[in-house]
């Protein structure tokens, strides 16, 4: 068992999503911070990885080693096998977990009335954007964090959760009614599960950010990750990032 | 035309990506410079004014590939506008560069416009023949004349002239005018790791991103198709060639895919 003295380097991410464009920008603007292991279903992350290397069009002889790519992992993370294999990859690959993001999300935006694809995707929607986070979280507390709390709170291990102000708000448009729902189940979620982790030495919180980039920079996002992930003491919050600034916010 | 001696002052940025998953291949996200671009994006923009036309019509975009849910434009030699860019030696260099591959200068150059709903294509490895008519050039590049010679069959017009048979080596994708995509509008490229996997279930897919650009070396192995999409998808199409023995000193004998007809 590594000791608090042991933990060396960059910080380990698992990035759950990391080929969409809030994961590939945290990829971009943070490898050189952290080792990340960046979890994609079909799109390979679009930053420099063991499957992807740089080249350059004008001279593709050149040398191309890049000490910060990203360890990248292919899961279908809907199987629960997948979910375990991407925890053992990610161990096996760095040797501890520090940071788990879960920002892989699945959205059906329509009427429920009038289109069948809401209603009928709405199991998918609530696994993917709640389940696998919890399923993930668990999977790395008992593959990794259950018996290390004092290490874990020596490195300042924790789990942030992509939300949405859809899950804090309640917007006059209705066709996201499903995606909305799974976002404020997975605010609760987090902060229920920050309680459980407590003991783990380990903080839980959610991000909520409203539409990027439209409203909010990707950028800002990705920094919210990050400034999540430096808090020392923040557990069981929800960090809401719209137009006006962020605030912390907890459903008390 | 400046950029058929130097791609440099064109280029967005040079750190492109070579990717080996499921097989390898060329990515880029920010080809072209801002400015370059909105050109590009008005030349397109010039020739889907025109229209759609559901017969074939070389000087239009087109019904013009038997069993492909797609329109299709092919870029005589006379053409001198933004796109042209792709027909240039500097751009045949670069490519083939990529791939360190040896190419003739024969160019097939193109563009598809897929409305939305249009039918997945099939699993593929464009290693398919095609013919050329050679004719004289400066810099060495033969595009493609349908009229003088068809590029899948060979069969020539006119007196005097003998159909060349080359190979296509490199195929490349570059994706413009197209609606800000999302996950679940479709419309990508799907790569896959066998010629028997279903064509909805690919192990890595490219989205048509606006000045995004994929590219990869024709194998035995490149598997490929287009996948259904809920917008409009827009692309620059092109392909690179080769002598077919290169083929077979690196494959073997019968690698080559010959042409067969589809019915859509």
Redesign the interface.
């Known amino acids: 068992m590594a000791s608090a003295r042991s933990i060396v380097g960059k910080r380990v991410c698992l990035f759950t999503g990391a080929s969409g464009t809030l994961g590939t920008a945290f990829c971009r603007m943070f490898r050189t911070r952290y080792d990340i292991a960046a979890v994609f279903a079909t799109r390979l992350p679009a930053v420099v990885s063991q499957l992807s290397r740089p080249i350059d069009p004008l001279n593709p002889a050149a040398s191309t080693a890049d000490s910060d790519a990203v360890f990248a992992i292919q899961a279908d993370l809907l199987d629960e096998r997948e979910i375990r294999r991407v925890v053992e990859l990610t161990l096996a690959r760095f040797g501890r977990i520090d940071l788990l993001v879960n920002a892989a999300a699945y959205s059906c935006w329509g009427s429920a009335l009038e289109t069948n694809e809401v209603v009928a995707s709405a199991g998918r929607q609530f696994d993917l954007n709640v389940v696998v986070p919890l399923k993930l979280a668990v999977c790395v507390a008992r593959d990794f964090w259950r018996d290390r709390s004092e290490e874990n709170r020596f490195a300042g291990r924790n789990v942030v959760n992509v939300s949405s102000t859809a899950g804090a708000y309640v917007y006059a448009d209705s066709t996201q009614l499903v995606y909305s729902a799974t976002k404020a189940a997975l605010n609760h979620l987090s902060c229920h599960l920050a309680e459980e982790f407590r003991p783990l030495g380990v903080r839980v919180n959610a991000l909520a950010p409203n539409t990027f980039p439209a409203i909010v920079p990707t950028e800002a996002v990705a920094r919210g990750i990050h400034q999540l992930d430096r808090q020392t003491t923040a557990t069981g919050q929800i960090l809401v990032m719209d137009n006006g600034g962020q605030v912390f916010f907890r459903p008390d | 035309m400046a950029w058929r001696d130097d791609?440099?002052p064109l280029?967005a940025d040079?750190?492109?990506?070579?990717?080996?998953?499921p097989f390898p291949h060329?990515?880029?996200?920010r080809v072209f410079r801002p400015d370059f671009y909105a050109r590009l994006v008005h030349a397109f923009g010039d020739i889907l004014r025109v229209g759609l036309e559901e017969a074939r019509n070389r000087r239009r975009l087109s019904r013009s590939m038997n069993g492909y849910d797609a329109y299709g434009m092919t870029f005589p030699p006379a053409y001198d506008g933004p796109l042209s860019v792709f027909m240039s030696r500097a751009w045949h260099d670069?490519l083939s560069?990529?791939f360190?591959v040896t190419c003739t200068g024969h160019i097939n150059c193109g563009i598809h416009h897929h409305r939305p709903g249009s039918a997945n294509g099939w699993v593929h490895n464009d290693l398919n023949p095609a013919f050329f008519v050679d004719y004289p050039s400066a810099d060495g590049i033969n595009v493609v004349r349908h009229e003088v010679c068809g590029y899948t069959t060979g069969r020539v017009t006119g007196a005097g002239r003998v159909a060349r048979r080359v190979v296509r080596r490199v195929a490349m994708l570059f994706f413009l005018s197209n609606p800000a995509w999302a996950?679940?509008d479709g419309g990508?490229t799907g790569l896959y790791a066998h010629k028997d996997d279903r064509v909805d279930r690919?192990?890595?897919?490219?989205?048509p991103l606006n000045n995004s650009l994929l590219a990869f070396e024709c194998t035995p192995y490149s598997f490929h198709s287009f996948i259904t999409n809920r917008r409009p998808r827009n692309s620059v199409i092109m392909w690179l060639h080769a002598d077919p023995s290169d083929i077979t000193a690196r494959w073997g004998p019968d690698r080559i895919v010959e042409w067969r007809a589809r019915v859509r």
């Open positions: 791609l440099g280029l040079r750190a492109w990506l070579m990717r080996q998953f060329v990515v880029s996200r670069m560069g990529l360190d996950d679940g990508c690919p192990a890595v897919t490219v989205p």
